[in-house]
């Protein structure tokens, strides 16, 4: 009997195994073959201190004060006319709101459906007292090592500078798309985008402008960070998570720090803080996080190909490991940060 049971669990082993194997081996890549673009010649050291060039101008946006470093915005502005004289020259230039851009680059094909990419101009600030915390000035636009150091040099003035970049030197070769190209440049995106996006687009629907596609602020290109992968991944962001803001409050009985009650106020909020980030909400493996997955998989070797090739069986395990990362978490579930905290008014 017991020699039944045992050769019994040994074929369906033996079966997971096989079933595993296949899985992993005859998953086929999903990338697709594309001939390389020609390598255009591009003078990266003008790129980088034009980039350069906007970091010391403030852009910082403001939740709460509107008004707020509006003479910056227009500093970047003129600069971007000084640095981009055929963008200015070709493209219809509109300040939207208070400070947004939107340019309009006027196709040939009158019936060929228009096209937009979005970048922003405002950054976040930094914290106060942090600045000595920095490897480099935060506003210097240094270029070290290689990069363009500073705030928003990723977030998001490298992409804005790109796109300039690119239709600068296009234009300077001769050319002029098919579709009509609309550049969004918003002027609040760290804080909302309703003084910027959200009156462009109410703009472009006002004329009857039906994009094709949109290409906003992405991801990144990781070569040698993901285990298991030898060749760089591109990442493509296909959705963007929405928000909620609560605000937890507590009141208690007024009373003196030289007799404190039990339990005060402080207290009894920190412990329910605490139970928010002890009891996450559900997560799983599944959207557009398993098509990314999936999509790496076959690109992958060793243990990592097998794992997320058959994740119909290593869900669990592969969940429990990304989970550990706060980036690779968000990817599974709706997650619970806790941002401000004020309590009490005297020692």
């Known amino acids: 009997m017991l020699k039944r049971?045992?050769?019994?669990?040994?074929?369906?082993?033996?079966?997971?195994?096989?079933?595993?194997?296949?899985?992993?081996?005859?998953t086929p890549s999903q990338q697709l073959a594309v001939a390389p673009a020609p390598k255009l010649e591009i003078d990266l050291q003008a790129a980088a201190k034009r980039l350069a060039g906007a970091i010391p101008i403030r852009t910082v946006s403001s939740?709460?004060?509107?008004?707020?470093?509006?003479?910056?915005?227009?500093?970047?502005?003129?600069?971007?006319?000084?640095?981009?004289?055929?963008?200015?020259?070709?493209?219809?230039?509109?300040?939207?709101?208070?400070k947004a851009l939107l340019y309009t680059w006027t196709g040939t094909g009158a019936q060929a459906q228009p096209r937009a990419l979005r970048a922003h101009q405002d950054m976040v600030p930094i914290?106060?007292?942090?600045?000595?915390?920095?490897?480099?000035?935060?506003?210097?636009?240094?270029?070290?090592?290689?990069?363009?150091?500073?705030?928003?040099?990723l977030d998001n003035k490298g992409n804005l500078f790109a796109q300039m970049e690119a239709i600068?030197?296009?234009?300077?070769?001769?050319?002029?798309?098919?579709?009509?190209?609309?550049?969004?440049?918003?002027?609040?995106e760290e804080v909302s985008g309703l003084r910027g996006a959200q009156p462009i687009a109410e703009l472009l629907k006002s004329r009857g402008v039906k994009l094709d596609w949109v290409l906003d602020e992405g991801l990144l290109v990781l070569d040698g960070v993901l285990p298991g992968l030898s060749k760089p991944a591109a990442l493509i962001g296909l959705a963007e998570k929405g928000y909620g803001t609560f605000f937890l409050s507590l009141d208690t009985a007024p009373g003196h720090s030289s007799m404190p009650p039990q339990k005060s106020a402080i207290g009894r909020m920190s412990a329910a803080l605490a139970r928010l980030e002890a009891t996450p909400m559900p997560g799983g493996i599944q959207?557009?996080?398993?098509?990314?997955?999936?999509?790496?998989?076959?690109?992958?070797?060793?243990?990592?190909?097998?794992?997320?090739?058959?994740?119909?069986?290593?869900?669990?395990?592969?969940?429990?490991?990304?989970?550990?990362?706060p980036s690779s978490n968000a990817m599974l579930r709706t997650t619970t940060a806790l941002t401000i905290v004020r309590a009490g008014n005297k020692d």
């Open 168 to 188: 600068e030197l296009l234009i300077g070769s001769g050319f002029q798309p098919k579709q009509t190209v609309y550049l969004v440049m918003g002027d609040d």
């Open 63 to 98: 939740l709460d004060d509107p008004a707020a470093n509006l003479a910056e915005f227009d500093k970047l502005h003129a600069y971007l006319a000084q640095q981009y004289p055929k963008v200015h020259a070709t493209l219809k230039k509109e300040v939207v709101g208070q």
């Open 5 to 26: 049971i045992f050769l019994g669990l040994l074929l369906v082993l033996l079966a997971l195994v096989a079933a595993v194997a296949v899985k992993t081996w005859t």
């Open 287 to 325: 959207g557009v996080a398993s098509q990314m997955f999936g999509a790496l998989a076959p690109e992958m070797g060793g243990v990592n190909r097998v794992m997320l090739s058959n994740l119909w069986l290593t869900e669990p395990l592969v969940r429990g490991q990304l989970e550990k990362s």
């Open 127 to 153: 914290a106060p007292g942090t600045e000595k915390a920095w490897s480099v000035d935060p506003f210097a636009g240094e270029i070290k090592d290689g990069f363009v150091w500073g705030r928003g040099t």
